[in-house]
């Protein structure tokens, strides 16, 4: 049953990052000033991040899927939990370094 919930925000990951994209919502982002970031850059960056983990969560069911009955389960869940913590902070960083509007 745990496999299907993965499954599903894999692709609500997915859905909601081309979402982000297409209708620049990357004022959404939390903790990001609008002011001092360019909302397309911002919109690029988080939604093609969030696309990217989606991706990585359907993967992951799929191989958790092919791997039922083993003792794989807990390092999936690990890998899925290390994987949230590396694409938020990859998100922040990318904003910080590329997303930045010029002082003019």
């Known amino acids: 049953m745990n496999i299907y919930i993965e499954l599903m925000v894999g692709l609500l990951g997915v859905i909601l990052g081309f979402v982000i994209m297409k209708y ?39 191989v958790d899927y092919v791997l039922l009955d083993s003792n794989a389960t807990n390092i999936i869940n690990i890998t899925m939990l290390m994987s949230t913590f590396a694409i938020v902070i990859g998100i922040y960083y990318k904003i910080n370094k590329y997303a930045k509007v010029d002082a003019k």
């Open 24 to 62: 620049k919502l990357g004022y959404l982002v939390s903790g990001v000033n609008i002011k001092k970031y360019d909302n397309n850059k911002v919109a690029s960056i988080a939604g093609s991040h969030v696309m990217l983990y989606g991706f990585i969560l359907i993967f992951l069911s799929g």
